[in-house]
């Protein structure tokens, strides 16, 4: 995982922030399905925060954002496990 606004191409992308609880177990969820992903915090940047809304078109968090270009939005672990095939 990392912590960037340009995330790493190929990879999952979760726009979050530290103090959201569906971030926080979207985030140990993905650390233990152990992906790739990146991290990119909307608190941090105001361009992060719109990049996340500009992909779902709403302002709830966490958007993860998979390869394919394919999101959701405040995901169960249900889904992201669908979403990745698992």
Not at 3 to 8: E, K, N, R, Y
Not at 43 to 62: C, K, L, T, V, Y
Request: aromatic share 4%; proline share 5%; with cysteine.
């Amino acid at each position: 995982m990392t912590d960037s606004l340009a995330p790493a191409a190929g990879t999952i992308t979760m726009y979050g922030a530290d103090w959201c609880r569906d971030c926080r177990r979207t985030e140990a969820l993905l650390n233990d399905l152990g992906v790739e992903w990146t991290k990119v915090d909307v608190e941090a940047s105001a361009d992060a925060a719109a990049q996340a809304q500009a992909i779902s078109g709403r302002m709830n968090i966490p958007v993860v954002v998979f390869p394919d270009g394919s999101h959701l939005v405040e995901p169960s672990d249900d889904a992201v496990r669908t979403a990745l095939g698992l």
